[in-house]
């Protein structure tokens, strides 16, 4: 027993010893590896948080796509609450000011299927002479509305139909029909059947009546094909309307566009339009610079821009030639992407001196046999932009130089100024005018 007793107390020792042997190089090794961690921790600090960050990230980016798989339903909402003004500055007075607001409900399903509904109205405040604004801008106080259905397979198809806005080379506002897109890597097809049209934007408004009171109620077909290759677009197109024409042409397009450093824009139209009517009588519903369609016409249209892109903005300039032959050139009606036009806001979205829609001030750009040389020069440096446009048309009987100067101030997060200044003359007739806005837009 004693011999038993001896061997457990020996081999407990033993045991002792090899703890206190073991816990000592313990207390070494950690010592060494904390004094590692003490030389590496400059180097293994960035190290560790660019791991966590990167972890954090991947977790982020795993939780939002989780969410866009379980979201079935999307909800958009806009809208804004504008006050316009227009004051002509010559001997004729052309002046008016006027109150709009809008308001739009988008819904979307899987980003697939798209509903959208919308109301727009707007009231002249001050007409100078009495019911001027009625007469050319505002045809009544109305509320006109919006509703369309859209159908999109990301990069193949998409299909719009009801009452929509739309932007083609010369079909654009809003518009009452079905538009269809279709497209095969840098081959697409596109369509479109309008039954009718309206204006809605913040200087210049109409229901959708502009086809019954203009084209007695015909319907317009449009199509064409757009082939992109690197730097270069080839994009022939077709429009008709029942009784009164059929236009086919296309345009060449290059361009070269860059976040920092130099770009450019290059465009030509060439547009034949065959004319199915003898001097009938086109009565438009707004001032317009001609009053019936006399036959066949045709335009060329050569638009060229250069611009230079930096972090806080970009500067651009450039020029174009435009000819009009034989006749008024009555697509540009319809709706035509012109610097000068009411409805385009190309570039920085300042207001343009307006075109076709602009009361005694309207363009005749798109007159039969008129040429037209311009130039522009523009800026924009964060929330500030600025725009100068400058243009000599000359035909058969008007003549007619423009110079505009306008701005455009994102003041806070949905409030935005805007104005524009044109010394205007019309056969030595002095038709300058301003205009100016202030808006809010949801």
Known sequence: MKHIILSFAAFAALNADDAIINHSTTQQNQSQQEEYETEL?????????????????????????NDNKDQTKQYDFSGHIGIFNKTNLGSIKDNYNNFSASIELGYNIQNTLFFGIGIYGATPLYEYPKYNAINNYINKKFIT??????????GFFNINAGRYHEDRDWLRHYIQGVGVDIQYGNFKIWANWVDEQAHANREHIT???????????????AGGLILDAPFFTIAPYYYAMNKYFWSVGGKLESQLKNDNG?????????????????????EHSHDHSH????????????????????????????????QVWKSYFELASIGNKSRFETHSHSEYDVIEPGGIDNGINTSN???????????????????FAL????????????????????FKWNVMLGVSLGGIGTYMIDNKRNLSFIKGYIEFKI
């Open 41 to 65: 921790k400059p180097i293994l600090s960035p190290l560790k948080s660019l791991l966590e960050e990167n972890t954090q990230e991947e977790q982020v980016e795993s939780n939002e796509n």
């Open 145 to 154: 509305n919006t509703a369309y259905i859209k159908y999109v397979t990301e």
């Open 207 to 221: 229901d959708f009546d502009i086809y019954k009171n203009t084209y007695n109620d015909e319907f317009l077909w």
């Open 262 to 282: 130099w770009g450019y824009q290059t465009t030509l139209h060439y547009t034949y339009l065959k004319s199915k009517t003898n001097n009938l009588k086109n």
């Open 291 to 322: 009053s019936n369609l006399t036959g066949d016409s045709s335009i060329v249209w050569f638009d060229q821009e250069i611009k230079y892109s930096f972090d806080n903005g970009s500067v651009l300039f450039g020029g174009g030639y435009l």
């Open 365 to 383: 750009m798109f007159n039969a046999n008129t040429r037209t040389f311009y130039g522009f020069a523009g800026m924009e440096i964060k929330d």
């Open 387 to 406: 725009m100068a446009l400058g243009r000599n048309s000359k035909g058969n009987n008007i003549t007619q130089d423009a110079y505009s100067l306008g």
